[in-house]
């Protein structure tokens, strides 16, 4: 279903990401190493509160599913990144919370959408008799389409209760 990536591809060289090093700033590193010109929608809202935290601040994305937009090779592809073990819960997201948007941007084939999922695999390498660990990113890439989300959609609709009919209550 998914693409495996590792970073450490002999590949265009893409500016590794400096600092805190987000899903999102691997994701663009990746597609601007494969040609695309990236530009980031994703921003923080200090003004926003999160439902059910109470603390102020969000991310908010561009129509709810989209962190940055990759353009090239004729195509415009909206991007979410996360965590490799969130790509079910975006998924879900898109599929049920995001619904319209998600049909809207895929309708007539004008945009594409990729879900990105990121880990850190740790490598022991054997140097004489001294182990070395060695981290690196690896990375899933999905393409969505609309049989993706209304897959999901029908799994997660199956798994809820009938509703209550008006007057009977069981």
């Not at 530009?39 to 200090?46: A, D, H, I, R, Y």
């Not at 879900?92 to 999922?117: C, F, N, P, S």
Request: charge should be positive; charged fraction near 30%.
């Amino acid at each position: 279903m998914g693409i495996e990536l590792d970073l450490t591809d002999p590949r265009p060289k893409a500016p590794k990401p400096k600092g805190k090093v987000e899903p999102v700033k691997w994701s663009m590193a990746m597609m601007t190493a494969d040609g695309y010109m990236c530009g980031l929608t994703e921003k923080w809202n200090p003004h926003a509160v999160a439902p059910g935290s109470g603390s102020p601040g969000i991310r908010q994305d561009l129509f709810g599913f989209i962190d940055f937009l990759a353009v090239g090779d004729d195509r415009i592809i909206g991007v979410q990144c996360c965590a490799h073990s969130g790509l079910g819960s975006h998924r879900t997201k898109m599929a049920i919370d995001r619904y319209t948007e998600v049909r809207t941007w895929l309708q007539d084939g004008r945009g594409e959408i990729q879900l990105h999922g990121w880990q850190r695999i740790e490598e022991a390498t054997k140097q004489g008799t001294k182990y070395r660990t060695k981290y690196k990113r690896v990375g899933t890439v999905e393409n969505i389409d609309m049989r993706d989300i209304e897959r999901v959609r029908d799994a997660y609709f199956l798994k809820m209760p009938p509703p209550l009919s008006e007057g009977n209550p069981f």
